[in-house]
């Protein structure tokens, strides 16, 4: 388990939409290695200079699909057969912010990346916390996250 950038996309305040970030708080509650990078952002536009590294990136977001609650790792491959609006409810979709980052640098960015996503229905932009289903999956992403880690 060593070198990656975690990076947690979301919203606290639009509900689940937030799972990303309490994906990440439920890490910084474990010891983890030194040289493991955490990094939260609002939106997938931030996502695009966090790409520029040589360390393996693994992004943990929100996944518009049924049912809720279930967690998904997706390779780069599994995102683009689906509606890019369904893999972000930011403003620039997940895959667009990976495929401008590679565009503008290539040679820097991330060779490595893996996705895992925690099923939500449509966001709430008024409501704080996460629903019981989506709250339930935030430990279960927590240790498929460390697995891979540790792969």
């Known amino acids: 388990m060593s070198g990656w950038r975690i990076i947690g996309i979301g919203q ?36 695009i200079p966090l790409l520029a590294t040589e ?3 693994l992004i943990i977001d929100a996944l518009v699909a049924a049912p809720v609650g279930r967690v998904r790792e997706l390779c780069l491959d599994q995102l683009d057969e689906h509606d890019a609006t369904r893999l972000s409810s930011h403003g620039l979709s997940l895959v667009g912010a990976i495929a401008l980052a590679r565009t503008l640098d290539p040679e820097t960015s991330a060779r490595c990346i893996r996705v895992f996503a925690v099923t939500i229905a449509r966001p709430d932009r008024h409501r704080q916390g996460l629903s019981a289903k989506v709250k339930r999956a935030v430990p279960v992403a927590a240790r498929l996250v460390l697995t891979r880690l540790r792969a």
Not at 22 to 46: F, K, N, Q, S
């Open 12 to 47: 606290p305040s639009a509900g689940d939409d937030g799972v990303g970030i309490a994906v990440l708080d439920h890490l910084r509650a474990r010891r983890l290695p030194a040289d493991i990078e955490l990094c939260e952002i609002g939106d997938a536009t931030a996502l």
């Open 55 to 57: 360390r393996p990136v």
